[in-house]
C-alpha cells in the first residue's frame, strides 16, 4: 500500500510590520519592537526560513526585555501547533 502525503509549502517576502506587530503583542514595548525587528530586517535573506526569524527575534529581544522574549517564544509555538482551517 502506498501512502500519499500532501505537503504545502510557501514562501512569503520578509514584513518588518508584521515582525513588529508580533513582538508587541507578546508585550514588548514600541522602542524594543522596533529595535529587533530593524536588526532582524538586515539580517534575512533570500531563503531564510521563519524559525531563523523567530529565533534570532527572540535572541534579540531577550536582553531588551526577557519576559517580552519569554511571551514571544509562547505565543510563536501555539501560533505554529494552532490548526490549519
Not at 519592537?33 to 531563503?47: E, H, L, Q, S, Y
Not at 531577550?62 to 511571551?71: N, V
Amino acid at each position: 500500500m502506498i501512502v500519499l502525503v500532501k505537503v504545502k509549502k510557501r514562501s512569503e517576502e520578509f514584513d518588518k510590520a508584521k515582525l513588529k506587530t508580533s513582538l508587541k503583542k507578546a508585550g514588548a514595548k514600541e522602542s524594543h519592537a522596533r529595535k529587533v525587528a530593524d536588526k532582524i530586517a538586515r539580517k534575512v535573506k533570500n531563503g531564510t526560513r521563519t524559525v531563523e526569524i523567530w529565533e534570532w527575534a527572540i535572541a534579540e529581544l531577550r536582553p531588551l526585555d526577557p519576559k517580552a522574549a519569554a511571551a514571544y517564544r509562547t505565543y510563536r509555538w501555539k501560533m505554529k501547533r494552532k490548526p490549519k482551517r
